[in-house]
């Protein structure tokens, strides 16, 4: 991996606390709004996932997002759209199952954090031998913001994930809220992904503040 890839890995480790955005889920306020508030709280490590948007609004909503998130001395990660990523000059790209090869991924974009949805073990095995910088492990509770006919996770699955990876960090994601964060960390977690804590708080800004804490008093 490159320099600049190690650089952006070592914020990513650093950030404990991983916000996706949804603007359908935050309460009538806008993504831009979310993502100012949430930087004023502190967060390190954003995900832009605005699935109803087409290419071009994505894109320009992404533009501003990047610059928001430069300026913060935040990284911004592009959910699927590899091309999004790279023309905006994001600092990388969540790539899930059906999305965008990964191997391929990195072969044009060796500086870009990678990361791959996993939702077992073998899934979780095969992202880190294709190039993925993390691997995300979830759902791990009930959640509104994926589509899911299977059993969630739980605490269960990330002790059971987890441990097949060697070389790249692990994120959790689905459901989560301030309450799970303790037992999460004691499972192993350390990035904790999520959307409605902040997005769809009273104060965005004040739970990112408050997310943050208990994950970094926890680590």
Known sequence: MSSLHEKRMDIFK???????????????????EIV???????????QLREKGLSGKELFELAKDVRAMTAAAGALLIINDGLDVAMGVGADGVHLG?????LSEARRLVPDMILGSSSHDVEEAIAAEQEGASYVNIGPIFTTGTKVWTKDYLGIDGIKEIAPVLK???????????KKHIPELLE?????????TAVTAADDPEAATRELLNEINVGR
């Open 187 to 195: 499972a192993g977690a350390r990035t904790i992904a999520l959307v």
């Open 167 to 177: 070389n790249v960090p692990f994120t959790v994601m689905g459901g989560i809220k």
């Open 14 to 32: 650093r950030a404990g606390l991983y916000l996706v955005t949804s603007e359908v889920m935050s309460e009538g306020r806008t993504t831009r």
């Open 97 to 101: 199952q059906d999305d965008f090869p």
């Open 36 to 46: 100012k508030a949430a930087l004023l709280g502190g967060v390190k490590l954003i």
